[in-house]
């Protein structure tokens, strides 16, 4: 599991980024667990983790489950967008499963 640094610093102790890898059902099929909020301050943790995932030469498809985020700025956005260009380059097919009602940011404040 990765975690974002900040997460010990929170004064709520509540952890900030949660990013689990796994492997999917099927062979071939990765799948990153996100949990909690992805900001400005959280993305670069997010796109170290979608960009290994999808160098690795076993993946052909890369489920990125969100169903539990609680913030999801432009950043994040940004982040997916860009991930979507780079599996596209790759072969790999790119599975979002949505964040249900997060707290939506604009860059100002992500």
Do not use: K, W
Request: with cysteine; hydrophobic share 40%.
């Amino acid at each position: 599991m990765a975690n974002h640094p900040a997460a010990a610093r929170d004064p709520e102790h509540r952890q900030l980024l949660s990013i689990t890898p796994r492997s999917g059902r099927l062979p071939g099929c990765a799948v990153l667990d996100v949990v909690g909020r992805v900001d400005r301050s959280t993305v670069p943790l997010l796109q170290v983790c979608l960009q290994t995932q999808l160098g690795r030469a076993d993946v052909q498809e890369l489920i990125v489950d969100l169903r539990r985020v609680t913030e999801f700025s432009t950043a994040a956005s940004d982040a997916l967008i860009r991930c979507h260009r780079l599996s596209r380059l790759r072969g790999i097919r790119l599975i979002v499963r949505p964040v249900r009602r997060p707290s939506l940011r604009g860059s100002q404040a992500g």
